[in-house]
């Protein structure tokens, strides 16, 4: 029973956690977005590295992948020097 009790709780727990995710996405996206616009010091190495990130990152979300998503949003956020 305890067991039965616990696998519930992960349960609940996971599936409240994905959609706060899936939300986070478009929001971070956003982010790097407006950044991307106003960002002058960027080298266009950097700015092509951004990009990619952002483009894998929608691509990530689209699919349902939205960990994965936010992680990789995170990496071009933190290139951009933006949380």
């Not at 990530?60 to 992948?65: D, Y």
Request: one cysteine or more.
């Amino acid at each position: 029973m305890k067991n039965l009790m616990l696998i519930s709780a992960v349960v609940a727990v996971i599936s409240i956690a994905t959609p706060a995710n899936a939300f986070q996405c478009p929001v971070d996206m956003k982010k790097i977005d407006a950044a991307l616009s106003a960002q002058t010091n960027l080298t266009a190495q950097q700015k092509s590295m951004v990009k990619e990130l952002r483009e894998k990152g929608e691509t990530l979300h689209k699919s349902g992948n939205h960990k994965a998503s936010v992680d990789t949003l995170a990496k071009a956020m933190k290139l951009l020097g933006i949380t």
